[in-house]
């Protein structure tokens, strides 16, 4: 599997915005379903967000609450997570995924392709 890597996480206090960024390999983004997940101490994976090869969304409305946007770049291989209104609960890993084309899964098994994940901290 092709490595996807993800960046743009930091400390921020409650209220900020952060965007996350995920850069794939060439045509990834396009093609593929791209996914947002994170992980907080002690806790499972948790579904975040989903992109389709078509630019369908998903998300996880317990999580996000409209507080959070997924993009992408075709063009750039780039996928993007924009988050505001952060709160403490928010801190965690996340981590960007891809799956084979289709509906955007909100599985962590129906995505093959991992990055190591950028730690999003929210603290005041």
């Known amino acids: 599997q092709k490595q996807l890597v993800e960046s743009g996480g930091g400390l921020v206090r409650p209220g900020d915005s952060l965007r996350l960024s995920c850069a794939a390999p060439?045509?990834?983004?396009?093609?593929?379903?791209m996914g947002w997940f994170r992980q907080a101490p002690g806790k499972e994976r948790e579904f975040v967000a989903a992109?389709?090869?078509?630019?369908?969304?998903?998300y996880n409305d317990e999580i996000v609450k409209g507080r959070f946007t997924i993009s992408k770049d075709n063009a750039q291989n780039q996928v993007y997570l924009q988050m505001s209104n952060l709160n403490v609960e928010d801190t965690a890993v996340y981590y960007c995924?891809?799956?084979?084309?289709?509906?955007?899964?909100?599985?962590?098994?129906?995505?093959?392709?991992w990055g190591q994940g950028t730690q999003v901290t929210v603290s005041s």
């Open positions: 995924a891809g799956a084979p084309p289709g509906n955007p899964s909100r599985l962590p098994g129906s995505y093959d392709n």
């Open positions: 992109i389709a090869r078509s630019g369908h969304r998903a």
């Open positions: 060439a045509r990834a983004v396009m093609w593929y379903t």
